[in-house]
C-alpha cells in the first residue's frame, strides 16, 4: 500500500515537471534552468567583471577610479591605493552627486570584501543605471588584493563624507579613454 502512494506521488511529480517544461518552453521568455553566473549578470546589466590581474593594472593607469564599498571604518583600516570610500545603503541618492563632480566617462572600478560581498556589485549596477560608461566590477575585490600582497593604503583621519572632499583628495588626474 506504502508503495502505492510513492509510486502514484512520483508520477504526478514527474508529470508536474514536463507540464511545467512545456509550458516554460512556449513562453515569450522562458526561464532559465539554471541561474546564470555572477559574471553572466554582470555583463547583463552592463557592467565588465574583472578580476585580480585587471584590478592591478588599471590601479596604476590614474584615469581609472577605484570605489570601495566596503563600510567606512573597515576602508580607513586599509584600502587599494587611491581608492574612495562610497559605502552607502542608499547609492541611488550619493550617486547623483558623485555625477556632479565626476565624468560619465571616467573608468570605475567597484570593488568590496570579496566574491561574497554584494555591495560592490549593487554599486556597479547603480553607477551603470546612472550612465557612467565604464563600470567594472573587481570580483575578488579586497580579500584577492590583499591576500596577493598588493600594495594597501590606510587612513588616520575617517573617510570622506561627501563625494566632493572624496573627489578632490582621492581622484587622479586624466581624461579617460
Known amino acids: 500500500m506504502m508503495k502505492t502512494h510513492l509510486l502514484r506521488t512520483a508520477a504526478i511529480l514527474l508529470g508536474s515537471l514536463a507540464l511545467a517544461g512545456v509550458i516554460n518552453t512556449r513562453r515569450e521568455k522562458p526561464l532559465p534552468l539554471l541561474r546564470p553566473s555572477a559574471t553572466e549578470l554582470a555583463l547583463q546589466a552592463g557592467i565588465t567583471p574583472i578580476h585580480l590581474d585587471t584590478a592591478w593594472q588599471f590601479s596604476q593607469d590614474k584615469r581609472f577610479l577605484f570605489l570601495d564599498a566596503r563600510h567606512p571604518s573597515v ?42 560581498c554584494r555591495s560592490s556589485e549593487l554599486l556597479a549596477k547603480a553607477l551603470a543605471e546612472a550612465g557612467f ?11 584577492e588584493w590583499r591576500d596577493a600582497n598588493k600594495p594597501v593604503e ?24
Not at 573617510?159 to 587622479?172: E, F, G, L, M, Y
Open 154 to 177: 590606510k587612513s588616520p583621519a575617517p573617510a570622506p563624507t561627501s563625494v566632493d572632499s572624496a573627489k578632490t583628495s582621492n581622484a587622479p588626474e586624466g581624461n579617460t579613454p
Open 75 to 116: 576602508f580607513r583600516r586599509a584600502h587599494i591605493p587611491g581608492s574612495v570610500s562610497f559605502f552607502d545603503l542608499e547609492f541611488k541618492q550619493r550617486i547623483q552627486a558623485f555625477r556632479d563632480t565626476v565624468p560619465l566617462d571616467r573608468p570605475l572600478v567597484a570593488y568590496c570584501d570579496g566574491a561574497e
Open 133 to 143: 560608461k565604464y563600470v567594472y566590477l573587481f570580483f575578488g575585490g579586497w580579500a
